[in-house]
């Protein structure tokens, strides 16, 4: 996903970025749909604006440097790429640090107290705007079908096209919230919560931090690794050595900035934004930002002066 | 007509993408770009950048099971 937002700035390339909308789109339509019928229940990440604004553009930052979103740095590790084992290390560190440890009274003040609501409840478009969810979910989906239709991306080199994967990764995502809601766990994917459970479960053995979602996460190098090998693309490869700090520090600074905002590219961006919650709509703008910000500077403006 | 090499094994996103980027613009028009690489998003994106920006692929082959090799002809 990084690769998503970055490719809209760096090559004008949309491709990704319509996938990405695609999955959202799919996945409330479904949602929205299971939730009308009593299949699943919809809980959302309440909202901090602060902690929306502030964390999503650290996490957007953290990710630039670290070369990969949450979900990307855990399948690059199964895929040999050692450089994705040090944002990894950074990124789990900081994400408990910053939910249990010394990084928490940073987060928390940064966050503040007390979070937006409207009416006594999460807000979300739908009861910000007072319509009925389905007006916005219409709305959006027929956006994301015409812009697919009129303007599609560039097909990808290999194996499956973008459109096909977007479509693909939204029904997932929507079956997620429902396989988790029967494990009493009311909410879709999400990778930087169970990143921060695994760590806290290894190391304090914290008995309530395994919920479904960690053996998801747990699941994603297994199966890279799996597909890499089936297509005889499985290597181990490292950048120079000089490209570790910056990955580790990229880590650290998308731990905290994820934890801070209430979820990664996946719990607000993938999870969040398909239930529309405010706090899921913000903090992904602000990744976004964040991303753009960090390639821009760190990347862009540095490779012109070389 | 001028051949440059770029060797980009071990560079990540947006490293490659970025580099190609800046190299073909030092290149005249029907020079080519031999591009090294191990990453494989990398390859998905360059070429899509040059197929979007009018660039020729001319040449896109694995060297080792992770390793690639694109030429780019300047159009």
Redesign the interface.
């Given at each position: 996903m990084n690769t998503a937002f970055r490719e809209v700035m760096v090559s004008r390339d949309a491709a990704l970025f319509q996938a990405y909308l695609v999955a959202v789109a799919v996945q409330a339509v479904l949602i929205q749909l299971g939730a009308s019928l009593g299949l699943l229940e919809m809980s959302l990440i309440p909202f901090y604006w602060r902690a929306a604004v502030v964390g999503g553009l650290i996490f957007g930052i953290g990710m630039t440097l670290a070369g990969g979103c949450t979900t990307g740095t855990w399948y690059r590790v199964g895929e040999g790429m050692v450089g994705s084992f040090v944002a990894l290390l950074g990124f789990s560190l900081s994400a408990s640090a910053t939910r249990w440890g010394l990084l928490r009274p940073l987060g928390l003040a940064v966050r503040g107290s007390t979070p937006l609501e409207i009416g006594g409840e999460v807000p979300t478009l739908a009861n910000l705007l007072n319509v009925n969810p389905w007006v916005i979910i219409g709305l959006v989906a027929a956006g994301v079908v015409v812009w697919v239709l009129r303007r599609p991306g560039k097909p990808s080199l290999f194996g499956w096209s973008w459109g096909k994967t977007g479509l693909l990764v939204g029904l997932l995502a929507a079956a997620a919230w429902y396989i988790s809601g029967l494990t009493g766990r009311h909410y879709g994917f999400s990778i930087t919560g169970p990143t921060a459970n695994m760590v806290n479960f290894a190391i304090a053995r914290e008995p309530v931090s395994l919920s479904w979602a960690v053996f998801v996460v747990l699941a994603i190098p297994f199966g890279a690794f799996a597909a890499a090998k089936w297509s005889g693309e499985f290597a181990w490869r490292a950048p120079s050595p000089k490209k570790f700090p910056q990955q580790f520090v990229g880590g650290i600074l998308m731990g905290f900035g994820a934890v801070t905002a209430g979820g990664c590219n996946i719990g607000h961006g993938l999870t969040g934004l398909s239930a529309f919650a405010v706090s899921s709509l913000v903090a992904t703008a602000f990744t976004i930002l964040g991303v753009w910000t960090g390639t821009y500077v760190f990347f862009m403006r540095r490779a012109r002066g070389a | 007509m001028t051949e440059r090499t770029l060797d980009l094994?071990?560079?990540?996103?947006?490293?490659p993408?970025?580099?190609v980027?800046?190299t073909m613009r030092t290149l005249a028009k029907g020079d080519r770009l031999v591009v090294l690489l191990?990453?494989?998003?990398a390859?998905?994106?360059i070429?899509?950048?040059a197929?979007?920006?009018g660039h020729e692929m001319v040449e896109?082959g694995k060297t080792?099971?992770?390793g690639w090799r694109l030429v780019l002809l300047r159009c």
């Open positions: - | 094994h071990g560079a990540i996103c947006p490293d993408l970025l580099q980027q800046l191990d990453y494989p998003l390859v998905d994106t070429s899509r950048w197929q979007g920006n896109l080792s099971s992770s």
